[in-house]
């Protein structure tokens, strides 16, 4: 039977909701680009302080990060977090922040007045997940949400859990991390996927125009319903670019297991 989860009743409290997103590439970038318009409705439907976004990214823009991410050919060189936020707070009016260095175990510790209560990561190698996991489920950690999302050249995913730790207890309803329902895709032992293209045709090849924006898109469209309504019946999504195909990660304790057996050829650690 399926279970509806509920946002915690405290989540949308007297301040912003915090919102740290992970990596700034071609999903990290289509989310950041799509969250002023999350942070507008919320305020809209009656939340008055919206979102607090930092994004973190050590990366620095190259000549192929132009072809399927929103770079100019003015930005290479420079820092892809700094890029992107500086860009969305002239534009927006926001005072959003960058951090222009790599995830680490320490950084919610280090970097963050507070922990992020979402984490978004749109990272691409499995020990970059790992981090992320070992970092939110420390004992006394309040990250109350860890949206993951990833793909490949024509299909991905994007799961939304609550990390166990001092926010989320162990409870039936509590909604599964990827790394729980998906261990291999933390295990930085089975190999990476091959490194970064260096040629705009190499680009192309490895991740086709869109699949960023789409499961961007389609996460940012279930958070949205999750702040608005305070309820969901899925946490999550395959999508197939091939064939056209979104399905639906319901939450149901009994049907998870189901679930990561018919998606496991599916999922992509990139």
Known sequence: MRIEHSLPPS????RPVRVLVMGAGGTGSAILMGLPYLHQAMRVWGHPYGLEVCMMDGDT?????????PFSASDIG?????VLVNRINMFWGTKWSAEPSFFNEGTLRRSYDGSPDLLIGCVDTRAARKVIDQAVTRPMQQTTYWLDIGNNAASGQYILGQPLN???RRRAARLRTVSEL????????????ALPSCSAIEALDRQ?????QTLASSALAMQARLFRYGKLNHHGAFFNAETG???ALPIDPQMWT????????????A
């Open 11 to 14: 989540f949308l409290g007297r």
């Open 61 to 69: 823009v190259s000549e192929t990060n132009c072809i399927r991410q």
């Open 78 to 82: 420079q820092n892809k977090a700094t």
């Open 166 to 168: 001092s926010q989320n």
């Open 182 to 193: 998906y261990p291999e895709i933390v295990d930085a032992t089975a190999g990476e996927d």
């Open 208 to 212: 086709e125009p869109f699949i960023n």
């Open 245 to 247: 195909r979104m399905s």
């Open 258 to 269: 189901q679930a990561r057996r018919r998606n496991r050829r599916l999922l992509v650690a």
